[in-house]
């Protein structure tokens, strides 16, 4: 997802949306891949997994005022729900999925 389409796939989305704010050169975020592919993999048909990398997409990055790598925002009806910041584990993230969106 980047600064072109994110209106349309995220703001737009008839599902919600997770997206995982990363960086190449990000240790904690190398590590986080796994866990957001499982969740992706586990979540799918129900919720829509995305990645912007903050070095490419520096506007939207700014926008939404993420300012700590790896942050995962999570999106329902085109406003964010939950955010959740650094390393965590899958079923921590699942817990705020859920909190945020049922399930």
Do not use: Y
């Not at 072109?4 to 990000?26: I, M, T, Y």
């Not at 926008?63 to 329902?76: A, D, E, G, M, Q």
């Not at 406003?79 to 959740?84: G, L």
Request: with cysteine; hydrophobic share 40%.
């Amino acid at each position: 997802m980047n600064d072109r389409n994110f209106e349309h796939e995220v703001l737009q989305s008839k599902e919600p949306v997770l997206v995982d704010f990363w960086a190449g050169w990000c240790v904690p975020c190398r590590l986080m891949t796994p866990v957001v592919e499982g969740l992706e993999a586990e979540l799918k048909g129900s919720l829509k997994v995305g990645k912007t990398n903050v070095d490419d997409n520096p506007e939207l990055a700014t926008r939404l005022s993420v300012l700590n790598i790896p942050t995962l925002i999570l999106f329902k009806d085109g406003v964010e729900v939950t955010r959740i910041i650094g390393v965590n584990s899958k079923e921590s993230i699942m817990a705020k999925i859920r909190g945020a969106v049922g399930g």
